[in-house]
């Protein structure tokens, strides 16, 4: 792995499960050192300083006090969505740069004001959308890309699913939306290289779901580049469950381009001049040499740091993601199309 000169001295807020990957991810990088632990429960943060060999004395309840004592430049957010916000705002205005998971914020404005403070400060904020990082969806977008079904003009995922997490999920407004919609949402984004414009959805919840908020949802959404963008989606779908990517289409003027989120990709295209309606199958090529999921994302960040520029998942670009997240939710409980 390629290090360069800068040293990372990285602070990990957040000592829970989803935490271990970041810390080991870190542990495994030359250039990285994990200075100090945050955790508003001592004895999870201690845990974890054993787990890896950290000094106790490294870990804290207060970020503001651990970066201070730390010297740290960079955090870790792997929070709940409630905290980013005051994650990422105290980390920025001490000098760290933050990576952290999804989403930016609970709200648009939050995440837009989080926004304006990390650039306005000159820091820099990446934001864990580890799903773009996988060897099929790269492969979908290189076959968009080469034009193989022409311009798309029409796009739909399903995502049909019925975890039971228990915690702060089964209790929130909309679980769907807010904390799974968003990655579907950012591959639309990366697959399309759209921005959304507007969107209509009906949010709500079946009388057979587990959740407290809304677990399902339909959205239509209208594309900068013309195209339209439908999403169907369930957290409390029992049975035939589709991948966590989603099952995909995408149709253009010279055929369509199928992805069932697991396996690779494929074209369904025009054969020779149209005329006779033969169809050829076109299979994606391997193009993707990086790393997968929160590794590939990773790997990303840091390099946006060592390079000095924007990672792909920045704040600037992950807030357009967000904007069909707030969006839709707006939709729902305002029963109109949302310009957005």
């Not at 030359?30 to 001592?42: G, K, Q, R, S, W």
């Not at 990422?88 to 648009?108: H, I, N, Q, R, S």
């Not at 010279?254 to 149209?274: E, F, I, R």
Request: hydrophobic share 40%; net charge negative; aromatic share 10%.
């Amino acid at each position: 792995m390629t290090t360069g000169q800068k040293r990372f001295k990285v602070i990990q807020v957040g000592c829970g499960k989803m935490a271990r990957r970041w810390v080991a991810y870190a542990a495994a990088r030359e250039d990285v050192e994990i200075v100090a632990l945050v955790d508003i429960h001592p004895a999870v943060a201690a845990a974890m300083a054993q787990e890896y060999g950290i000094h106790p004395a490294r870990c804290y309840t207060d970020l503001e006090t651990a970066i201070r004592e730390s010297g740290a430049n960079l955090v870790f957010d792997v929070t709940i969505p409630e905290v980013h916000k005051q994650v990422v705002l105290t980390a920025t205005a001490l000098g760290c740069d933050v990576f952290g998971e999804k989403p930016m914020a609970t709200t648009m404005a939050d995440a837009a004001e989080v926004l304006a403070t990390v650039k306005r400060r000159g820091r820099s904020y990446a934001v864990m959308q580890n799903r773009r990082f996988t060897r099929q969806i790269r492969a979908a977008r290189g076959l968009i890309a080469q034009g193989t079904i022409g311009k798309p003009g029409f796009a739909t995922a399903n995502f049909f699913l019925g975890p039971h997490f228990g915690g702060f999920r089964e209790t929130m407004s909309s679980p769907l939306l807010l904390d799974m919609a968003i990655h579907t949402f950012d591959e639309a984004r990366y697959l399309l290289q759209a921005d959304p414009v507007s969107v209509y959805c009906h949010e709500f919840n079946p009388s057979h779901s587990w959740y407290d908020g809304n677990s399902s949802a339909a959205c239509i959404f209208e594309m900068s580049d013309g195209s339209v963008f439908t999403y169907n989606g369930s957290w409390c779908a029992v049975g035939a469950p589709t991948s966590w990517h989603g099952d995909w289409r995408f149709v253009g003027g010279q055929g369509t381009l199928l992805w069932d989120g697991t396996n690779d990709p494929y074209c369904s295209v025009v054969a020779g001049n149209g005329a006779t309606g033969d169809l050829a199958r076109v299979n994606a090529a391997e193009e993707w040499t990086g790393r997968e999921g929160h590794d590939g994302c990773l790997d990303e960040m840091f390099a946006s740091l060592l390079e000095n520029r924007p990672a792909e998942t920045d704040c600037a670009d992950n807030i357009k993601s967000m904007a069909m997240v707030f969006g839709a939710i707006a939709s729902a409980e305002q029963q109109r199309v949302i310009r957005l």
